[in-house]
């Protein structure tokens, strides 16, 4: 399966390749984009991975592609950047944020990315995103200094299906 080769922005392309995935999870799927997802059939993959993409989608895509990862996959890797919890992990947070604004600079575009980056921040960063697909995260592991978070989880069938999901902080208006 090929990978996504749409969230190539900088820094995210930079950083996805030090996600410290776990030695089994490395060879499955990384980044694979909506459509692939959506030709697979339910369960089809035993692990799939999600490196800083999630955050350069609109909101819409990027929990319709969280959904469809969990509908195809019975786990789910996903890295990504989230709030921080703690004052120990503000200075990263806001150093990952100034690497973003900054690599929106380099691509034609890049303010649409940063536009899609300042809302799923908005929203909750990955635990939000998460929440509002569905997904229930099993593990974490703080990545870039708190300011990113590697999240092992799975979906139960009702969440893929459907018919949960948008209630949460990625609905409209919230």
Same mark, same amino acid.
């Given at each position: 399966m090929k990978n996504f080769s749409g969230a190539s922005f900088f820094p995210w392309s930079a950083v996805r390749d030090l996600v410290p995935w776990p030695a089994d999870a490395r060879s499955a799927p990384l980044n694979p984009s909506l459509a692939m997802l959506c030709a697979l059939a339910d369960g089809a993959l035993s692990c799939l991975r999600l490196g800083y993409v999630l955050s350069c989608l609109s909101p819409e895509d990027a929990e319709n592609m969280l959904r469809e990862a969990g509908r195809c996959a019975r786990v789910v890797l996903a890295a990504d950047f989230r709030l921080a919890e703690r004052n120990m992990e503000t200075p990263a947070a806001v150093l990952a944020g100034f690497a =973003?604004? =900054?690599?929106t600079a380099f691509r034609k575009g890049g303010? =649409?990315?940063? =536009?899609c980056a300042r809302e799923y921040m908005r929203r909750g960063g990955l635990e939000g995103l998460a929440r509002a697909a569905g997904m229930e995260i099993t593990r974490r592991r703080s990545l870039l200094g708190g300011a990113a978070v590697l999240a092992y989880g799975t979906f139960s069938p009702v969440a893929v299906s459907g018919r949960a999901g948008s209630a949460g902080l990625w609905a409209a208006g919230s």
């Open positions: =973003a604004m =900054a690599g303010n =649409a990315v940063f =536009a």
